[in-house]
């Protein structure tokens, strides 16, 4: 049911998404929130660590996943930039349409 398979997240536009670097540097914060013995860290911890996904006609798509929703986490405070990055787009997209 789960395969331990690594997968290659690119782009529209080709650019490889850097998920590794994000989840090495969410566990540093992780430990750091450990060190301060502060109570969110276990979930700072297990942020992202399984993400399903479904095939659809344009590749895989994300399906089910699990984030600590942290400021400060590297994992969510990326995708949380990409989220906005890309809502600004498309609003930018129809203000210049009209």
Not at 6 to 22: H, M, Q, T, Y
């Amino acid at each position: 049911m789960f395969g331990d398979e690594i997968l290659v997240d690119k782009a529209k536009n080709g650019k490889i998404r850097p998920w590794k670097e994000k989840k090495l540097a969410n566990l540093t914060y992780a430990e750091y929130l450990q060190i301060l013995e502060i109570k969110k860290a276990f979930r700072v911890k297990k942020c992202g660590n399984l993400l399903t996904f479904t095939k659809s006609e344009n590749g895989l798509k994300l399906y089910q996943t699990w984030f600590c929703k942290s400021r400060l986490c590297p994992l969510c405070a990326w995708r949380y930039a990409m989220k906005n990055s890309y809502e600004l787009s498309s609003i930018l997209d129809v203000f210049y349409k009209r």
